[in-house]
């Protein structure tokens, strides 16, 4: 069955840097686009960043731009998120997903890591 599992979170210090993991297995994953989301407490679920199936396009929210690089490996099946300066607005739960718009559209989602930035 499909599934999506994300890794890496952690508690760091501001300015730190973590590396987030989302192994995916029972889907092409080649042939799907990748994200990261986030939820804060208390705030709504947000676009973090995204990468093209292949990996040529990659997008981000204008808070991360600069400090986050979402990179994917399609022989080992893996996202990554790279955080780097990391800031206490940055504590949430990050998700990862993949999605294909085909003859129906599917959505995949990971059961979410916990990134805490505290001193």
């Known amino acids: 069955q499909v599934q999506l599992v994300e890794s890496g979170g952690d508690l760091v210090q501001p300015g730190g840097s973590l590396r987030l993991s989302c192994a995916a297995s029972g889907f092409t994953f080649s042939s799907y686009g990748m994200s990261w989301y986030r939820r804060a407490p208390g705030k709504e679920r947000e676009l973090v960043a995204f990468?093209?199936?292949?990996?040529?396009?990659?997008n981000y929210a204008d808070s991360v731009k600069g400090r986050f690089i979402i990179s994917r490996d399609n022989t080992k099946n893996t996202m990554y998120l790279q955080m780097n300066s990391l800031k206490a607005e940055d504590t949430a739960v990050y998700y990862c997903n993949a999605r294909l718009r085909a003859v129906k559209l599917y959505d995949y989602w990971g059961q979410g890591t916990q990134v805490t930035v505290s001193s």
């Open positions: 990468i093209s199936s292949r990996g040529g396009i990659t």
